[in-house]
């Protein structure tokens, strides 16, 4: 006897339905009808080799004699972000997943060939007074990769006529000593040190979350950074050492045992917890900022307060793009380095919040 199934299946790009079947019992083989971005598309093609089946007939001569179905958006995303993830970072994997979350339900289901500007400006204007002008820019940088990737030209999503909102960057204020101090206090202990290397070392969260035993050099107070862990092109990017402070790194070993410092072990374990080590880190500050009462701010927003005060102190700017990992100097200038770049923490200050406490007793945590 004949039959017939959808079988869901797991992807990274989501849930797809596999439409199987065989033309008689056990003894035959299980024949491939098709796979889908929707159940509806997958019952279309089942009640399709129902009928075949039905009449006798086997389905696979039908479905070669079909026309080629064209790809959507979804599938060329998916092909796109697999190429892709070859050449990005752990961080800009996320950003692009958070991009597609809002490109999706627009353009998903759609035939590349069917978009038009038009389309896409309906899409921007959907966007406006909930996307900043900034990150809509980036959500529309995702599109016209992936359109782009589908081998559109022109590219509908890079149309001189489309019509983008204006306005000004937002000016990052990196936070002052007392904020520091503020949400220092709000987060877990075992948590606080992974900060106090940003805070001090001016590094970002992908690049301090991807550091192991292996990469930390105790005879010269300094971590490799990895060129996988760094920001830039795959290929063009260069590992660096990152010198660290005597105090942070009595703290640093402080807190593990000599016979847990394993050097494939991270340093700061806490966030690999979680599927997204840089998103709990981001979460964890948040809680501490609003728990404090002081304004939302960054993990990046401490890399910010880092450049900006070795400007003030008087470092030449070759010297702190050399520490951060910034090639450019102008990057360095027009960026990174704020007229009010606020107060140095004394290091006796944070060296009390670092305390380590297995229990986490000390202070309210977040």
Avoid at 23 to 51: K, N, W
Avoid at 71 to 93: P, Q
Avoid at 125 to 153: D, F, H, I
Avoid at 307 to 312: E, K, N, R, T
Wanted: with cysteine.
């Amino acid at each position: 006897m004949a039959t017939l199934t959808i079988t869901p299946r797991k992807t990274r790009a989501g849930t797809r339905y596999a439409v199987r079947y065989r033309l008689g019992g056990r003894a035959y083989p299980v024949q491939h009808g098709g796979s889908f971005r929707t159940l509806r598309e997958a019952r279309i093609r089942r009640d399709l080799i129902a009928g075949e089946l039905a009449a006798g007939r086997n389905p696979a001569e039908t479905l070669r004699a079909r026309p080629a179905e064209r790809k959507t958006v979804a599938d060329v995303h998916e092909t796109w972000l697999k190429a892709k993830r070859l050449k990005v970072s752990e961080g800009t994997l996320v950003n692009l997943a958070a991009h597609w979350l809002r490109l999706e339900p627009t353009f998903g289901c759609r035939d590349p060939e069917s978009i038009t500007f038009l389309d896409v400006q309906a899409w921007i204007s959907e966007q406006e007074g909930t996307l900043t002008p900034a990150a809509l820019r980036n959500y529309l940088g995702t599109l016209r990769q992936v359109l782009g990737y589908a081998g559109l030209n022109p590219n509908p999503a890079r149309d001189e006529r489309l019509s983008l909102p204006e306005g000004d960057e937002p000016e990052v204020t990196p936070p002052e000593a007392e904020h520091v101090l503020a949400f220092l206090e709000r987060v877990k202990p075992e948590r606080r040190l992974l900060f106090a290397f940003m805070e001090r070392c001016g590094t970002r969260v992908t690049e301090t979350c991807s550091w192991t035993w292996g990469d930390l050099d105790l005879e010269s107070s300094r971590i490799l950074s990895r060129p996988e862990a760094v920001k830039g092109r795959r290929g063009r990017r260069k590992a660096r050492w990152v010198p660290v402070p005597e105090f942070l790194l009595n703290a640093l070993l402080a807190s593990t045992p000599p016979d847990d410092r394993d050097r494939d072990a991270p340093l700061f374990p806490w966030p690999h917890s979680t599927v997204s080590p840089a998103q709990a880190v981001h979460k964890a500050m948040e809680r501490a900022c609003k728990s404090a009462g002081i304004p939302h701010y960054h993990p990046h927003d401490l890399r910010h307060r880092r450049i900006s005060l070795w400007h003030a102190q008087g470092v030449p700017a070759r010297e702190i793009g050399d520490r951060v990992g910034q090639r450019q100097i102008s990057t360095t200038l027009d960026t990174y380095t704020h007229v009010l770049a606020g107060a140095e923490i004394p290091d006796e200050a944070l060296s009390a919040l670092l305390v380590w406490s297995r229990c986490g007793l000390d202070t309210p945590a977040s």
